[in-house]
């Protein structure tokens, strides 16, 4: 069964940066889309970027030029640089895999979505 792990939320001031990490564990053969979704309490959970394997990105209009996805596809990793953080950025972040192919080469499973348990980040002077 794959489970995503996530770190790096904490509380930070308006204007600065934070890195999120996700790590997806089990016998994980490929992910399709990695990305990052966030939910204020009483708000509906929004997309804030994803990427493919094959590197396409899709930003959320609110962070682009200031967030940054990445992924290292060998370590089953997602990544999101936050810089010049606002208060309205103040969210529990979640990550989110889909299209998880696992298993043996022989043997595989395709899970269509796989969601961390959330990091919340903070930003507040």
């Known amino acids: 069964q794959v489970q995503l792990v996530e770190s790096g939320g904490g509380n930070v001031q308006p204007g600065g940066s934070l890195r999120l990490s996700c790590a997806a564990s089990?016998?994980?053969?490929?992910?399709?889309?990695m990305g990052w979704y966030r939910q204020i309490p009483g708000k509906e959970r929004e997309l804030v970027a994803t990427?493919?394997?094959?590197?396409?990105?899709n930003y959320a209009d609110s962070v682009k030029g200031r967030f940054t996805i990445s992924r290292d596809n060998d370590k089953n990793s997602v990544y999101l640089q936050m810089s010049s953080l606002k208060p309205e950025d103040t969210a529990v972040y979640y990550c989110?895999?889909?299209?998880?192919?696992?298993?043996?080469?022989?043997?595989?499973?395709?899970?269509?979505?796989?969601w961390g348990q959330g990091t919340l980040v903070t930003v507040s002077s």
């Open positions: 990427m493919t394997e094959t590197s396409d990105t």
């Open positions: 989110n895999a889909g299209r998880i192919l696992t298993g043996t080469r022989m043997d595989r499973t395709l899970t269509p979505e796989v």
């Open positions: 089990g016998s994980v053969l490929s992910i399709g889309v």
